[in-house]
């Protein structure tokens, strides 16, 4: 219990002599709603090392972000202090999972299951496009004239979850699928507690073993399993396999329900309220609008080796995160919303097409999104959308 207190997602806060905080007047804490909601405006006035409450830098200058990208020093894999260390794969479910999944891995490995899933992915979307149309429609279907909805929580939170249990072909209740999704996204935020953090050990054991219940039955070709397990490196064959299919298929069921339902709301409020509304939705207007407002508002990574960066000294051990809502704001043409280089998410195009054929059919019939209430759940590093309701005028314009 003492070794979780410590060290939760090696986060430890470094000795102020580390962080040179003479040169800072404070810590940010990007679990705070009130940051989340301005963080942009109030990112103005701090430095390009910004340190955090939870120990480890924030990157703000996108040509920082840009190199730490690319900078092999800078890694996905959690440092030697973390309970997500490789060292404690047989002793936490949330260490094990972040051993098959490509956001905690690097080379060799992280090139290995990347690719795999990948190949997986793109062969399972082929055909799936015309599903996330239907689905679509049938939510849609469901609204009534002159009722009032919650635009994220309600309608775009029904929508994402319904796609992404067709898509991965799961049978878990909505309940069930938000518990596991919540869990697998606190492994990218420094636990608060070693309560919360055996709260998290709990549901991912219950997401992995659900999954592979779900995986253990026959499926058709042409299913996401089948086309992972078509496609299994050689590599991976002496693992145990099922568990990485399974960890990987959690990894996109989380992406795909999460980030896609607050980009939805956040892509709407944007078209509500420009004075320059596109005639027809455009895949441009949505990419844009995510650049603007980016739910994904940072990615963690360890320093692997002393480092300097804009002057600031960054120790080994240390985590630095990269601020993709502030590289987006600074860079003119390049978008991180889904990364970039060798870890862009995978999950991108399915993504980008569940946004857009909901919010385009959407905007076929007459509404009013009142933002009055609009707040932020306090997610690390995350800009997720609560509060907007939304309510139709007529069906079907």
């Known amino acids: 219990m003492k070794f979780l207190k410590q060290f939760i997602n090696g986060l430890r806060r470094p000795k102020l002599s580390d962080q040179n905080t003479s040169a800072h007047s404070e810590f940010l804490n990007l679990s705070d709603p009130k940051l989340i909601a301005n963080f942009l405006e109030i990112s103005k006035n701090l ?20 190199e730490a990208f690319y900078n092999r020093s800078l890694c996905n894999q959690p440092s030697r202090f973390s309970v997500l260390s490789k060292r404690n794969q047989s002793k936490y479910v949330a260490a094990s999972i972040a051993a098959n999944i490509p956001p905690f891995l690097d080379s060799d490995r992280h090139t290995l299951i990347r690719r795999w899933l990948a190949i997986s992915y793109a062969n399972r979307l082929k055909s799936f496009n ?23 929580e309600n309608m775009a939170r029904r929508y994402s ?4 249990r067709t898509f991965l072909e799961i049978e878990f209740d909505d309940q069930q699928i938000k518990s596991y999704t919540s869990a697998l996204f606190r492994l990218f935020a420094p636990a608060q507690s070693a309560i919360e953090f055996e709260k998290t050990e709990i549901a991912l054991n219950d997401a992995r073993q659900a999954i592979l219940n779900t995986i253990g039955e026959e499926k058709y070709n042409g299913s996401l399993v089948t086309y992972m397990r078509e496609n299994c490196p050689a590599a991976l064959s002496g693992e145990r396999y099922e568990e ?11 992406d795909g329900v999460e980030n896609v339902e607050a980009a939805i709301g956040s892509v709407l409020i944007q078209w509500y309220e420009s004075d320059l509304r596109p005639s027809e939705l455009t895949d441009s207007f949505v990419r ?25 000294k960054i120790n080994p051990g240390t985590p630095v995160f ?38 385009r059919r959407l905007l076929q019939h007459d509404f009013t999104i009142d933002t009055s209430e609009i707040h932020y759940q306090a997610q690390f590093g995350h800009k997720w959308i609560r509060g907007v309701r939304i309510k139709i005028v007529s069906l079907l314009k």
């Open 288 to 312: 844009k609008s995510i650049k603007r407002d980016t739910p994904g508002q940072t990615v963690p990574r360890i320093c692997s080796e002393t480092l300097r960066i804009a002057g600031e």
């Open 244 to 254: 990485i299919i399974a960890d990987n298929m959690l990894l996109l069921l989380a």
């Open 322 to 359: 990269l601020s993709l809502s502030s590289a987006n704001a600074l860079a003119e043409k390049e978008d991180y919303s889904f990364g970039i280089g060798r870890h862009k998410c995978i999950g991108e195009k399915l993504a980008i097409s569940m946004i857009y054929e909901f919010c």
């Open 161 to 164: 979850v319904e796609v992404m």
């Open 47 to 66: 430095r390009p090392v910004c340190p955090l409450s939870t120990g480890g830098y924030l990157l703000l200058d996108h040509k920082d972000i840009r």
């Open 130 to 152: 015309e599903k996330i149309e239907s689905i679509a429609d049938e939510i849609l279907s469901s609204m009534v004239v002159g009722s009032e909805y919650l635009l994220v």
